[in-house]
Each structure stands twice: as C-alpha cells, then as structure tokens.
C-alpha cells in the first residue's frame, strides 16, 4: 500500500481513474505493458502529464518496456481505494437515478450502491434494479443501519436544499449533486456538484465557437 504525505490535486485523482479504467481495457484485451505516450494519447494529453501524475502518487517503473499494465492497475487502486467497500445511497429514484444504478451495477469498484430514497409510493417498499428503495423519512436511520457513507443526489431541482439537513444529520461524508441546485455542506463533507445542463451548455458554446471561427477563416 502506497503512502502519501501530500493532498494529490483533484485533477489528478480524477486522471487517476481515467487511467485505471483504460488500463483495465488493456488487461483484458492481453495488453501487459504500455507506453506513457500511448496512455497519454488515449486521453488527449501530453505524456509528461502522464509521468507527472505516475511520479506524484510515487510510482515509477522500467519505462523501456513501458508500464506493467496489472502492476499500475494494482498502485493506482491503492491509491484510490479505501481499504474496505464504501457504501452508497441514491437519493431519488426517477429516470436519472435508475440510471445511475444501471451504470454502476456490475462494475469493480470498492463502491457499492447499497439503498436508495424516494417519496413515491410507487417506489418506496420497492425493489429497483437490485437496489432496495426507502422513504426519506426513514433516511437517518437507514444510512446507519446500512453503513452509508455516501450519496448521490437525482432529486428533482427544487427538493435539492432540502436533503442538506437530513445528509448532514445523517453523518455522510461525501455527495455526488446531479441536481442544477449547487449544494453547500460545512467543512468535513466532501461535495462535488455536476450539473450535467451547465456542462452540456459548456460544451455547446466552444463548438458553436469553433464553428463560427472556421466560417470565418472561410470567409
């Protein structure tokens, strides 16, 4: 098990996964070993980045044959992995939330969605997806008797602010927000807010950008 002394930055953890789950490609393919430059160019950066991520979680290898492709799969889950399963809830269970069940049921990671909320009594007293669904008002309770130490939010928008309460009650440690509604936690709680509408708008502006560039340059 690697031990570090430095907060890695946050760009690089979410490389480090990149990397992994290319890695992982590679290995089931029969890939043993690959360049950084390959690796690099299979994510769009420079092979420099790729030796400067590897050397700051402190690995280094006989780069003539390149990586050992289960090697650094190994160091790089070390990393990132917590040394038991973490548990995760969903809390909403429309059309977004199911389908983040259906991505992440099946896949390798030490990250387990183990329960999931929501206030229709369609859903609640449910079974979706081999995910058992709850009532929020059972929320606090479940999350202990589960061992929960994460969720998810895919509630609708407006009932976002209102989970901050009950998460913080709860005693999660960290929340993925799907929800347009940035969410605010007191310092101990790790939030990331992926709106996925300011990201997809982000995306359309720089081909709009780019288009517009080449009809001029046309011009």
């Known amino acids: ?3 570090l002394t430095n907060t890695i ?3 690089t953890i979410e490389r480090l996964s990149e990397y992994r789950r290319t890695l992982l490609a590679c290995h089931k393919q029969g890939i043993t070993h690959i360049f950084s430059h390959v690796l690099a160019g299979i994510h769009g950066i420079t092979a420099v980045q790729v ?3 590897l050397m700051l979680i402190g690995f280094s290898s006989d ?3 390149g990586y050992d492709v289960p090697v650094l799969i190994e160091y790089i889950s070390s990393i990132l992995d917590s040394q038991t ?3 995760i809830a969903i809390i909403g269970m429309g059309h977004l939330g199911q389908a983040i069940t259906k991505y992440f049921n099946g896949k390798r990671l030490k990250l387990k969605i183990t329960a999931a909320f929501d206030i229709d009594p369609a859903k609640v007293g449910q079974t979706i997806d081999g995910i058992p669904c709850y009532h929020m008002d059972s929320f606090e309770r479940t999350v202990e008797e589960r061992d929960i130490s994460l969720v ?3 509630s609708p928008t407006k009932v976002a602010p209102s989970l901050v309460l009950p998460i913080i009650n709860a005693g999660i440690k ?3 927000n799907f929800t347009s509604t940035p969410l605010n936690f007191p310092q101990g709680i790790v939030v990331e807010n992926y709106d996925i509408t300011t990201l997809l708008e982000k995306v ?3 081909v709009k950008e780019n288009e517009e560039g080449a009809g001029s340059n046309n011009g």
């Open 174 to 176: 960290g929340v993925l």
């Open 152 to 154: 998810i939010v895919s």
């Open 204 to 206: 359309a502006y720089f």
């Open 9 to 11: 930055p946050e760009k």
């Open 85 to 87: 399963p973490m548990n």
């Open 51 to 53: 030796r400067r991520d």
């Open 1 to 3: 098990m690697a031990t």
């Open 63 to 65: 780069t003539k044959k």
